[in-house]
Nanobody, 122 residues
């Protein structure tokens, strides 16, 4: 099994930047596609970004051009660099791991982190 721990959340002004980190432990990190999801109060969890073992990435339309997902396999870590943040980006952000990019994007990841809060003030 895989354990995922997110960090890097906080409060930032609109237009600012944050970088989230997700540290993985357990089974070999490089075997998994990784992704980020977010959930705002009263809303469903939604896909944000994903990356496979070879560096292929996918993004939700709402974050394209603003967010960048990356991974460092030797460090067992995936990152989400967030720029030009908007108040609507406010949510709890979750890290996820799954066998393929499709599995992760479809909200069917095998493993999930506990979440980290991101608050963007206007």
């Amino acid at each position: 099994q895989v354990q995922l721990v997110e960090s890097g959340g906080g409060v930032v002004q609109a237009g600012g930047s944050l970088r989230l980190s997700c540290a993985a432990s357990g089974r070999t990190f490089s075997w998994y596609a990784m992704g980020w999801f977010r959930q705002a109060p009263g809303k469903e969890r939604e896909f944000v970004a994903a990356i496979n073992w070879n560096g292929y990435t996918s993004y939700a339309d709402s974050v394209k051009g603003r967010f960048t997902i990356s991974r460092d396999n030797p460090k067992n870590t995936v990152y989400l660099q967030m720029s030009s943040l908007k108040p609507e980006d406010t949510a709890v952000y979750y890290c996820a791991a799954g066998g393929t990019l499709i599995v992760v994007q479809s909200n069917q990841a095998d493993y999930w982190g506990q979440g980290t809060q991101v608050t963007v003030s206007s």
